[in-house]
Structure formats: C-alpha cells, structure tokens
C-alpha cells in the first residue's frame, strides 16, 4: 500500500509538471500571437528587448533591457508591448519611454513611474489631460479643461502633444472619478492597458 501511494503521488505530481508545462506553452503561443497582430499594425522600425533587470525601489515602475546603443536605441525612445482587450482587439500598449541607455543595455521608466508625464486623448469625448505614475504605482490625471468629466471605462490614448509621445498608443481605462478638494476640477485614476507585472519581452521605437 505504502509503495502504491509513493507512485500514485509521483504520478500527480508528474501530472501537475506536464500542466504546467503546457500552460506555458499555450501562454507564450498567446503572447507571440498578440504580438504578431500588434507587429503587423507597426508603422515605425523597432528593436525586440528582453528585461534582465527590475529596478529594486519599485519593480515595475523601472526595468532595464538587453538592447542599447549599437541596437540604435536612444534616450526618450518610446516603449510598448502588444495588449489584448477583452474584445480580443489587439493594440499598441504604452509601457514608457528610454531614459538612458549605454553600448548594450537601456534603462526604461514606465507609466507607473512619478517622473512619467503622458499627454493623453480621451476617445470618448476627445479631451486632453496628463496622467502621471506616483510612488505607489497608481496612475492619475486631469483635463486641461477643468469643466470636462469622465466615465468609467473611458479609453485614453496618447494624444501627440509634446515631443516625445507620438499619439493614439493606447494607454488604459479610467477606472474612477475623484472630485478634487476645490470641487470644481476632477482626478481621474486610470487602470494601465499593460499588464506590469507580467513584462518579458518589449518594443522600442527607433522611430
């Protein structure tokens, strides 16, 4: 009996190994699939990274890859990553921009970062406004007009205003509505359209 369920739990957790292992399979054939529709709706040349390291103050809000200079990457150089929304409509994610790179590496500040300022657009009343990354990775915002309100679900875009962003990468949802202490302007706090906890693999426009 004793050797019979020393094989039944060898057997389990053989079972439970090739589960796992098809899981990965099917998640990856995912991300490459996503990241193929995405690829096919790219206008700009681009360089594939891989992150081989998290920033330690706060792991998402800062990464580094394993492409620099000689790969013809720059400072300010934008960062995204191919999202599926629950349409199943494949778009360019906005993950952040290069903020300094070296011979064969580059150091990137993502969305969720409190010095990452994006000029947005939002698709349903085509308003603009700023949202900006914080400390404790929340991802807030306002609308120049101060008169303009949102609605829960709202898609913003960047909106093209600047020097850096080039416009319509989609950048996430707004999830809530917060009146301001004046009362007569509103915070909008926004659900990113990248999963950032699950970054690998990413895109950096050379432009």
Not at 27 to 35: C, F, G, H, I, R
Not at 168 to 179: L, Q, R
Request: charged share 25%.
């Amino acid at each position: 009996m004793r050797e019979e369920n020393i094989m039944l739990t060898e057997t389990v957790y053989s079972l439970k190994e090739q589960v796992r292992i098809l899981e990965n399979i099917v998640n990856k054939s995912d991300v490459l699939e996503t990241e193929y529709e995405m690829k096919k709706n790219l206008s700009y040349d681009y360089v594939v990274g891989q992150v081989i390291a998290l920033d330690d103050s706060n792991w998402f809000s800062r990464f580094t890859i394993d492409k620099g200079k000689n790969d013809g990457i720059k400072q300010n150089d934008i960062v995204i990553q191919a999202v599926k929304t629950e349409d199943g409509i494949v778009q360019i994610g906005l993950l952040g921009i290069v903020a300094e790179t070296s011979s064969n590496w580059s150091k990137v500040i993502t969305l969720l970062d409190e010095s990452c300022k994006v000029s947005f657009r939002d698709i349903n009343n085509d308003e603009s406004g700023i949202v900006q990354g914080s400390i404790d990775s929340n991802v807030t915002g306002y609308f120049f007009n101060s008169k303009v309100s949102a609605d829960i679900g709202d898609n913003l875009v960047t909106s093209g205003i600047g020097e850096i962003y080039i416009p319509d990468i989609y950048i996430g949802d707004v999830k809530e509505v917060v009146k301001t202490t004046d009362a007569s302007t509103q915070r909008i706090i926004v659900a990113p359209a990248v999963e950032f906890t699950k970054i690998n693999r990413v895109y950096v426009l050379t432009k």
